[in-house]
């Protein structure tokens, strides 16, 4: 444990070459991923077994623009560990599942005030929190970070990734944000991550000007790939 924590400490502050691989090893390989793609996704796929399978709830943010249509300006989420319902029933649809508790949650629409976790815990039986998806300042541009530092107990465990490729969802393309490829810029939790089996979290197609922000729920399934 200790010689471990030197490792990452010493990996952290040289930012040496060799990616940090943890030991966590989901045993989900990447030729699962692409089992779960539409065929015609043209992704470069990752080699390696995934290391965290998450359920991901929480909003989509939007600004209404100038010219009456919603831009994206960030999101926020919880994520929680999903990798023991791999191969189960329940895998595919926990998405749909979790959209449907936290959407019963009308007064709420910010996920990290606590009572999404109980939700989660009490109607899914996901307990184990792995962390906490928003937008931070990368290099002048505001780009998506999982930060997972508390439930690691390791400060260099987060992504700053940014996107490599986008496909509408392959069941729902109406309602529900775009299935993700994203590439780690900063951290050493994953080099790789995908953001599939997204449900709700679409922006409505037009909007009148002047009337500000909106926030929009939604549930994805992330994987994360060393
Ligand atoms: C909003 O509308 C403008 C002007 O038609 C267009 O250029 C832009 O791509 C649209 N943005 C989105 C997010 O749809
Ligand atoms: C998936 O979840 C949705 C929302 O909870 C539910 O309506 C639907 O019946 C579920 N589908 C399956 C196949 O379990
Ligand atoms: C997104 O919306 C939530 C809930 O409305 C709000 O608490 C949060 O500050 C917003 N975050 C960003 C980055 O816009
Ligand atoms: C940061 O942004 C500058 C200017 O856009 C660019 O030249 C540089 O390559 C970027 N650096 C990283 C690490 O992305
Ligand atoms: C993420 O990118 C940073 C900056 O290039 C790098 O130091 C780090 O090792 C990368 N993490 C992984 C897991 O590849």
């Known amino acids: 444990m200790f010689v471990l924590a030197l490792l990452s400490l010493f990996l952290a502050t040289t930012g040496s070459a060799a990616p940090h691989h943890h030991g966590r090893d989901t045993g989900i390989s990447g030729s699962a991923l692409q089992a779960v793609l539409p065929s015609d996704a043209t992704l470069s796929l990752p080699t390696s077994n995934a290391n965290f399978l998450a359920l991901g709830c929480g909003v989509q943010n939007y600004t209404c623009t100038g010219a009456g249509n919603y831009s994206s300006i ?14 189960t029933a329940e895998f595919a649809n926990v998405t749909n599942c979790g959209l449907e508790i936290w959407s019963g949650d009308q007064g709420e629409t910010n996920p990290f005030n606590s009572g999404l976790d109980s939700l989660i815990q009490n109607n899914l039986g996901l307990n184990n929190k792995l962390g906490e998806h928003f937008f931070t300042n990368f290099n002048g541009t505001s780009e998506p970070e999982f930060d997972f530092t508390q439930s690691q107990g390791n400060a260099g465990d987060f992504t700053i990734d940014v996107k490599s490729a986008d496909i509408p ?55 994360f790939f060393p």
């Not at 929680?80 to 791999?86: A, C, E, N, R």
């Not at 080099?191 to 939604?218: E, H, L």
């Open 74 to 87: 960030g999101a926020l989420a919880n994520l929680y560990d999903i990798s023991q319902l791999f191969n």
């Open 169 to 223: 969802s392959p069941t729902d393309p109406t309602n529900s944000v775009d299935w993700l490829a994203l590439s780690n810029v900063s951290g050493i939790l994953a080099s790789q991550t995908f953001r599939i089996f997204t449900a709700g979290g679409k922006q409505p197609s037009s909007c009148q000007p002047g009337s500000g922000d909106i926030s929009v729920k939604y549930c994805a399934q992330y994987w």
